[in-house]
């Protein structure tokens, strides 16, 4: 617990310094976050042996994705169908030529691996450049959630969330919800908009909290089905970045839907 708290202390400080330095600065560390989770989603899986090369050209792929349109006014996915489909492509005929090294399910799990992770980081991006008050308020929630579920379930715990994490309860689960729904609505109030509807701030934020906790339990199940504890140990006490990350892809993708309601 002790290493946790203090790797915790120590990406909050550089969080913190990253969101005060210039755009490019953010970009680049999102860059770098990106990179690590697309190395730990295609080490994850043992059972593909995806040859190096592809997975050079699934990272270009992915960095393509990210760094397209992420100086827009409002949401949009800012690459063209003919940059996709050359991506694609690229990804998908190698198998005709080395089936033995490289096979369709390898090249399916590398094309929606970049594709997914391209446009996650992509819209975290641009939510930066947009408002990056509404950033810290989603990882706001999805801290709060965490930590308030997990101190929740060890002092009140006692019936199982779900097998695909067993220390995980329902009470430290509903403990997290509402200290998120709390926390979350009077972030929302003091710092981005105190004309919205109180209901819809708390309705919505809730349903952010929910998502965080689907996005730990999503990722968690990638990890039980190929039988890992950790994506990595990059993070000491914590795991690697997809560990820590996880609620907030969640968030952050349930969000982008919400928005129009805000």
């Not at 989770?37 to 042996?49: N, S």
């Not at 641009?126 to 379930?153: E, H, P, R, Y």
């Not at 950790?230 to 997809?242: A, N, V």
Request: charged share 15%; proline share 3%.
């Amino acid at each position: 617990m002790k290493k946790r708290i203090i790797s915790g202390v120590i990406m909050a400080i550089l969080l913190v310094i990253i969101y005060v330095c210039p755009p490019i600065v953010f970009d680049i560390a999102v860059g770098i976050l990106a990179a690590g989770a697309y190395y730990e989603l295609t080490k994850v899986r043992k059972d593909l042996t995806i040859p190096n090369i592809m997975k050079y050209i699934g990272f270009i792929f992915l960095m393509l994705i990210m760094y397209m349109n992420i100086d827009t006014i409002s949401y949009s996915f800012g690459i063209d169908y003919t940059s996709l489909t050359i991506g694609f492509i690229i990804m998908f005929i190698p198998t005709l030529f080395m089936p033995k090294k490289y096979n369709t399910k390898e090249a399916f799990y590398l094309a929606s691996t970049s594709l997914f992770l391209g446009v996650t980081f992509n819209l975290l991006v641009q939510t930066f450049n947009l408002n990056k008050v509404i950033l810290v308020w989603l990882i706001l929630i999805a801290c709060s959630t965490d930590i308030f579920a997990l101190f929740g379930g060890m002092l009140i715990g006692k019936h199982k969330l779900t097998p695909i994490s067993p220390k995980k309860t329902i009470e430290g689960s509903i403990t997290g919800l509402i200290v998120a729904v709390i926390v979350g609505t009077f972030f929302y109030l003091i710092f981005i908009n105190k004309e919205v509807s109180i209901p819809v701030i708390m309705l919505v934020t809730a349903v952010l909290s929910c998502a965080g906790q689907m996005g730990d339990l999503f990722f968690s199940l990638i990890k039980r089905e190929n039988e890992v504890k950790d994506y990595s140990h990059l993070i000491p006490g914590h795991g690697g970045i997809l560990d820590r990350i996880d609620s907030t892809v969640f968030i952050l993708l349930f969000y982008i839907v919400l928005s129009r309601f805000l």
